[in-house]
């Protein structure tokens, strides 16, 4: 039996194969569909955490009780996770435990292109690199087998162009015979007291090496011998464009990517005139070659900065006169003479985001800004993002802010955060700004979804990963129970009530909270989002001002004309009758009906 | 036998991932190797989309490289031009004619090139529109663009069209299924 899989869907496949009982994960683009997808197995207990470290302590909990345990990422979601990380390192496992890192080379939906291969050196764990959809799903099941073989976590590292392509996967049976969960106590090995740690970490050490001479004997690291010319060392997406533009090279695959199997390279650099590594990203695998002795080139000619691509690496071996490689131009552009209108990502019509912003606009506030779909704040027209670093961090960032600045300019600040994102580590942002009096205002965007990763429950949301009905945290108490004195509930689509609630917050000498109270428009739960009627412009009385185009709502078409002024229009399938433009209207153009 | 390169170009929430799982599920049907590849995460949120198609007998790269696409559709004539630098010289380009305004022209920010279909062919030699948006309304279902696309390049593609007819039944639900396998016909008549 073969299927199309992504190398996402593949490695949710693996994870029922190995006889996983526990997955764990926060959405994280391009790491988001594996849990959704693990949901079909209805044997895998699957759950949405509020942020990574918690997904990887539970993770750790199944796994110490002797489940297999998968937990999954997005590179920057490691940051979160790495203090557990580190520490499960000395500890090991009990059932197998493997955590999915995906990173996001070129930063397609990141905010940096960090190299997640340094954690696995950095925590002195295995990582594995699956290179398509067959060994996502292969190099899953391994991992496991790994981890219980040598009392470790195992990494398994994505990128973008991994997680997102699909690719033929034959299917297997899951594994039968994996023990019984049940509680083992042992205190010396799990319980990290210096003293315990004191002797886990030579243990660590030993593994690794143990890893490195293993790693030269297993299959995943295989030498493939062609021309003697040229050697190239490759893992992941980059052997495919290797294999594509350098057919008669030699390579070393490596599929464990850390430790590296420094018999095996030296076997291969051996047997070839010239070695090359060709690696995305940092120059992870050549550096430590490098430091055994061996020579080897890579970003000499190699970018570190953003994706590879077939052609980037043709015109790179091309330029260093590698035989059999020519060089391609990038065409881009040059067929099309005149530049093109851009077409990015913008937020949906009727998206309750978009009426904040404009007030904030308004009132010429000073955003601290958070991930999500409401980053898009940041682009014209609406423009009012000033920063925006990770998850959480627009509540710290504000409170720095007005420990500096000016009294008169500290009314400006406003941290801007969403629902998904204050409970994933914005609480303890929000505790810090009560207990140390900073007087920011903070807004939390309450769409009762995590949406930019595509609609995903969160603790806020009443539902679990898997659609059971739960418990729904009540943000508004709960920033009371923080010490907030002053917290308002306002609606996003009432543009007077939003700019009034912000300006009164903003010129209050103390923290303050508004909810912002609409649900994203994308929520298809009945009864969450509901479409109202369709808004039309009366021609006759439109007059030209172009007052509603400053909420950037895609239903809305500026008409030029020649020789005088144009008109708005408002397109009658995309608009969702949320109001917002109606309001911007002096001159009453914008209404209902006809 | 050579890799054959497809390029699908569009609109986020257009159907361009569905039509590129049609594709790579007929090439599998057919007994061929295949891999598609999009970027996804910001594409509902109406932003350009691209994806790529790859069949052959052994393929290893997921991506298409510029200057060697074998075939372009575009739903969209605007993405069609964004994108025809990926064709090989001598590569065919199949568009849909019906334009949608990208967030920057709706605005007012940006025009939306007026001689957009003259520069296409300019571009491309061996470039079609074709009215997309009106075959799928005729087949019952506007969103249906997708599959009238599949359907104007069944001829050219190296998979058999009783394949992809197979395959578009099995993935569509109950009802839709007519209006898909109606629309990859008005598609391939087009």
Redesign the interface.
């Known amino acids: 039996m ?1 299927e ?1 899989l992504s190398g996402n869907e593949a490695i949710a496949r693996g994870a029922f194969e190995a006889g996983v009982k526990v997955a764990t994960a926060y959405p994280g ?2 790491s988001t569909e594996i849990l959704e997808n693990i949901t079909r197995y209805k044997e895998i207990d699957s759950s949405w955490a509020p942020n990574e470290k918690v997904a990887l302590e539970v993770g750790i909990g199944a796994s110490f009780g002797g489940a297999r345990a998968l937990v999954t990422m997005k590179h920057v979601g490691v940051n979160v996770a790495a203090d557990p990380l580190f520490t499960l390192s000395y500890t090991g496992v009990g059932g197998g435990l493997v955590l999915v890192t995906a990173d996001d080379p070129e930063m ?2 990141s905010q940096n292109e960090q190299d997640n291969r340094n954690y696995a050196k950095f925590a002195k764990v295995p990582m594995l690199e699956p290179a ?1 959809s067959r060994e996502c799903k292969e190099f899953t099941r391994l991992a496991f087998e790994l981890s219980e073989r040598f009392d470790t976590p195992v990494l398994l590292r994505t990128t ?2 991994i997680s ?5 996967v034959p299917l297997n049976d899951p594994v039968a015979g994996l023990p019984a969960p049940k509680l083992v106590r042992n205190a010396a090995k799990l319980v990290m007291l210096p003293g315990n740690a004191r002797v886990r970490h030579p243990l660590v050490e030993e593994r690794i090496s143990k890893l490195s001479a293993y790693g030269a004997t297993m299959d995943i690291n295989r030498m493939e011998l062609r021309g003697s010319e040229v050697g190239i060392i490759t893992s992941g ?1 980059a052997y ?2 290797v ?2 533009v350098l057919p008669e090279a030699s390579t070393l695959k490596l599929g464990m990517v850390h430790p590296l199997p420094f018999d095996l390279i030296r076997e291969f650099a051996a047997r070839v005139q010239t070695l090359y590594v060709v690696e995305e990203l940092d120059p992870f695998i050549e550096e430590q070659v490098r430091a055994a002795g061996i020579e080897a080139i890579g970003k000499e000619i190699l970018p570190i900065c953003g994706e590879l ?3 980037i690496i043709r015109n790179a071996f091309a330029k260093a006169s590698v035989v059999g490689a020519n060089l ?11 530049p ?9 019509p009727g998206c309750p985001h978009r009426g904040v912003f404009f007030a904030l606009n308004q009132l010429k506030a000073y955003v601290t800004g958070d991930i999500g ?1 409401y980053t ?1 704040g940041f682009m ?2 609406l423009s009012a993002m000033d920063t925006c670093i990770c998850m959480g961090a627009s509540i710290g960032n504000a409170t720095g802010v007005v420990k500096v600045v000016a009294a008169e300019e500290r009314k400006q600040v406003v941290a801007v955060i969403g629902d998904s994102t204050f409970l994933h580590t914005g609480v303890a942002g929000l505790m810090d700004m009560v207990w140390n009096n900073a007087p920011a205002t903070v807004v939390i965007l309450d769409n009762r979804i995590t949406a930019m ?2 609609r995903q429950e969160n603790p806020a949301s009443g539902f679990t990963l898997t659609d059971q009905p739960a418990y729904r945290v009540d943000i508004p108490e709960l920033c009371r129970v923080l010490g907030v004195r002053n917290v308002r509930t306002v609606d996003p689509y009432d543009l007077e009530a939003t700019r009034k609630a912000l300006e009164e917050e903003m010129n209050r000498p103390e923290p303050s909270v508004i909810v912002t109270d609409r649900p994203c428009v ?1 929520v298809k739960r009945e009864g969450v989002f509901e479409k109202g009627p369709v808004l039309t412009v009366f021609a006759e009385k439109c007059s030209g001002c ?1 007052a509603c ?1 400053k909420i ?1 709502c ?1 239903a ?3 008409e ?1 004309a020649e020789g005088r002024k ?1 008109k708005a229009v408002i397109d009658m399938l995309l608009c969702t009758g949320c109001d917002v433009c109606r309001q911007l209207c002096k001159a009453g153009a914008i209404g209902r009906g006809k | 036998m050579k890799v054959f390169n497809i390029v699908i170009a569009g ?2 929430g257009q159907g361009v991932l569905l039509a590129s ?1 049609v594709l ?2 007929s090439a ?1 049907a057919c007994g061929m ?16 989309v691209i994806s790529f198609v790859r069949i052959g007998e052994r ?5 298409v ?3 060697s696409a074998d075939i372009l559709i575009s739903f969209e004539p ?2 069609a ?2 994108y ?2 990926y064709l090989k010289p001598g590569g065919k380009l199949v568009y849909n004619r019906a334009t949608i ?13 007026p001689d957009v279909e003259e ?1 296409i062919g ?3 030699r061996d470039a079609h529109g074709i009215d997309a948006l009106a075959i799928a309304k005729e087949a019952g279902n506007a969103k249906a663009v997708n599959m009238v696309m599949v359907g104007s390049v069944m001829k050219n593609l190296p998979i058999d069209a009783k394949v992809v007819e197979g395959v578009v039944r099995e993935i569509s639900r109950d009802k839709g299924a007519e209006v898909n396998l109606r629309a990859l016909k008005g598609g391939a008549a087009a």
Not at chain 1, 328 to 338: D, K, P, R, T
């Open positions: 073969k199309i683009t391009p397609h939906s398509d973008t162009r997102h392509s699909k690719s033929i997406v495919q464009y294999r594509e691509t077939p052609g391609v131009f990038a065409q881009e552009g040059q067929s099309q003479g005149l093109l209108p851009s077409r990015p990502p913008s937020m949906c779909c898009l014209p027209p990763t595509g994308l172009r185009l950037g895609p809305i078409v500026w030029p144009g | 609109v986020g799982r790579a599920e599998l190797d295949v891999k598609q590849n999009e970027v996804h995460g910001m594409a509902q949120r109406g932003g350009s393929v290893y790269s997921p991506v490289m510029p200057g605007l993405e031009l964004r025809v630098h305004n990208p967030s920057t022209v709706a605005s007012g920010m940006a025009t939306y090139p520069r300019r571009a491309c």
